[in-house]
């Protein structure tokens, strides 16, 4: 019995051992929200306002998907292209949503963050629109992001094609690759509803006068942590709630029970309140701010780094 006894003890011992000489997962460096340039991100504007008008299915758009891509690539991220094919107001019409993933990382609570950009422009036959803020500036500041995150896993930047409608907003028309996009994961595809903690869409974010104006369907605490991230950063004035919904590429992901935030600054124009420069031939790249930029930038980022410190999902 004794010799048994033992035996056990310095079995048991062994087990202690070998536990201890496994290779434990280092946990992920902090995010360095300060990293983010605006200059940066103003620059990756300027490539994409320097293709002209970018509406789905031009070869303008497929060079900003190219750039997008390119750009993905060079920070280090895994790039996966969703191609699809609608038949639309305009035809048939072949979008193309970009996703830039980090490395991937296991954990018994980290859930998937999606940040996501359209990166389209608005068909707009009788004026020339280069949609220096709606999109190039949300898609100038996801691309600064991408390389600020590289080191972090499972963060994935969505790029997506034709949120801007073929002739009116409808149920049938715009919102064409988010769409897309949440069909897929509904059907499990490239991962589940379920493996996504949070989605945050960023849309007219370049204003020099920048008043971002969360609507009200986006989820309750991912909101509050927006404003609580930017109140730790000194720019809490910048952020508010909308006092009307906005349908954005949010919508989708909303309707497929991801909790998600659209960070919009709906008041684009020539005085405070007004929006008289969205969709007009006053959507310019002297209009995009690199400051707001990186005010927006910057706190969604110092999110993702309250968001990764919780180890209970909200």
Do not use: C, K
């Given at each position: 019995m004794e010799t048994i006894m033992i035996a056990r003890i310095v079995l048991a011992f062994l087990l202690v051992v070998a536990a201890g000489c496994r290779p434990q997962a280092s946990a992920p460096p902090p995010v360095d929200w300060n990293a983010f340039d605006g200059d940066r991100a103003r620059r990756h504007v300027e490539q994409l306002v320097g293709f002209g008008p970018r509406p789905s299915g031009t070869e303008a758009l497929a060079k900003s998907g190219d750039y997008i891509v390119a750009s993905l690539r060079a920070a280090g991220l895994e790039v996966e292209v969703q191609r699809f094919v609608k038949p639309t107001p305009r035809g048939e019409t072949t979008f193309r949503n970009i996703i830039g993933r980090t490395s991937s990382a296991p954990s018994h609570h980290r859930k998937i963050v999606v940040f996501g950009s359209h990166y389209d422009t608005k068909w707009m036959p009788d004026i020339t629109f280069v949609g220096a803020n709606d999109a190039g500036s949300s898609t100038g500041a996801l691309l600064e992001m991408a390389r600020v995150t590289a080191n972090q896993p499972d963060v994935w930047f969505v790029f997506f094609d034709g949120e801007e409608c073929m002739e009116s907003y409808s149920a049938t028309d715009g919102l064409w690759g988010s769409k897309h996009f949440a069909t897929e994961l509904v059907a499990g595809r490239p991962v589940k509803t379920g493996d996504i903690g949070a989605f945050v869409l960023l849309d007219m974010v370049g204003d020099a006068d920048?008043?971002?104006?969360?609507?009200?369907?986006?989820?309750?605490?991912?909101?509050?942590?927006?404003?609580?991230?930017?109140?730790?950063?000194?720019?809490?004035?910048?952020?508010?709630?909308?006092?009307?919904?906005?349908?954005?590429?949010?919508?989708?992901?909303?309707?497929?029970?991801?909790?998600?935030?659209?960070?919009?600054?709906?008041?684009?124009?020539?005085?405070?309140?007004?929006?008289?420069?969205?969709?007009?031939?006053?959507?310019?790249?002297?209009?995009?701010?690199?400051?707001?930029?990186?005010?927006?930038?910057?706190?969604?980022?110092?999110?993702?780094?309250?968001?990764?410190?919780?180890?209970?999902?909200?």
């Open positions: 920048l008043t971002v104006t969360v609507p009200p369907s986006s989820t309750g605490w991912l909101a509050l942590g927006m404003f609580d991230a930017a109140r730790e950063l000194g720019w809490r004035d910048r952020f508010s709630y909308a006092e009307t919904d906005i349908i954005d590429d949010h919508t989708p992901m909303v309707a497929a029970g991801i909790a998600s935030v659209n960070l919009i600054d709906f008041q684009f124009g020539s005085a405070a309140g007004q929006n008289d420069y969205w969709h007009t031939h006053q959507d310019t790249l002297d209009r995009v701010s690199a400051r707001s930029l990186e005010i927006v930038g910057r706190t969604a980022l110092r999110w993702l780094a309250n968001y990764r410190q919780t180890t209970v999902p909200p």
